[in-house]
């Protein structure tokens, strides 16, 4: 149970850097407009790495 909820941890840190990078590549995006489809895929994969420390935490993964 403690190695899920630090594979949790680390999954959700990791997602809210992708998050932060997202914002950093909007700005980019609105002031010279390159780096629009860069911007779309850390987006996505930050959303992707979210939802997969989340379903960790659900009953999927549960071993009681």
Not at 12 to 37: K, N, P, Q, Y
Not at 41 to 55: K, N, R
């Amino acid at each position: 149970d403690r190695n899920r909820k630090v594979a949790h941890a680390v999954l959700m840190m990791a997602a809210d850097a992708g998050f932060l990078t997202t914002a950093i590549l909007g700005d980019e995006v609105e002031d010279t407009g390159s780096g629009r489809a860069t911007h779309r895929a850390v987006a996505i994969s930050s959303m992707a790495v979210a939802t997969t420390g989340w379903l960790l935490m659900t009953d999927l993964f549960r071993r009681d």
